[in-house]
């Protein structure tokens, strides 16, 4: 009986984490489609204890590809994704931050074009909001 319950309790607590990691890889796709100018083909979200890890597929297009074959033309692409991140990336935590009632203490991006794969790290505060009633990075309702 209490193995069952157990089991039980552990397939709703990874349910809700696929539900809250769906939500954020969602809001990631709507960031990269409005933000960043591209359609990624794939997201997928790890949460961590104090971090999410997205990492997305396709978000390089053929011409960052064929422009990147050389370590000039690499950084220049670098700096090109890190502002345009930079310049855009509050509307992305707070949305992140929204969903886990966590606040995002920092966060980078960092696009491969030989690959075409990229990486978001939203690292997150230490203490959820004070006003959250939502769930945490650990799937657990808090209100």
């Not at 990874?14 to 960031?31: L, N, P």
């Not at 100018?37 to 960052?64: D, F, I, K, Q, W």
């Not at 949305?95 to 203490?105: D, P, W």
Request: aromatic share 4%; hydrophobic share 35%.
């Amino acid at each position: 009986m209490f193995a069952e319950r157990k089991a039980r309790r552990q397939r709703s607590v990874t349910s809700t984490q696929e539900t809250v990691e769906e939500r954020i890889a969602t809001a990631i796709t709507r960031f990269e489609i409005a933000q960043m100018a591209t359609r990624p083909e794939s997201v997928s979200v790890a949460l961590r204890p104090n971090h999410v890890v997205a990492t997305l597929e396709g978000v390089a297009c053929p011409a960052e590809r064929d422009y990147s074959t050389d370590a000039i033309s690499r950084r220049r692409l670098d700096e090109l994704h890190a502002r345009t991140f930079e310049a855009a990336k509050m509307d992305l935590e707070n949305e992140v931050a929204g969903i886990l009632g966590r606040e995002v203490s920092n966060s980078s991006y960092t696009v491969d074009p030989q690959t075409g794969s990229g990486v978001i790290l939203l690292a997150l505060a230490a203490e959820p909001s004070p006003d959250s009633n939502t769930i945490s990075a650990k799937g657990v309702r808090r209100s």
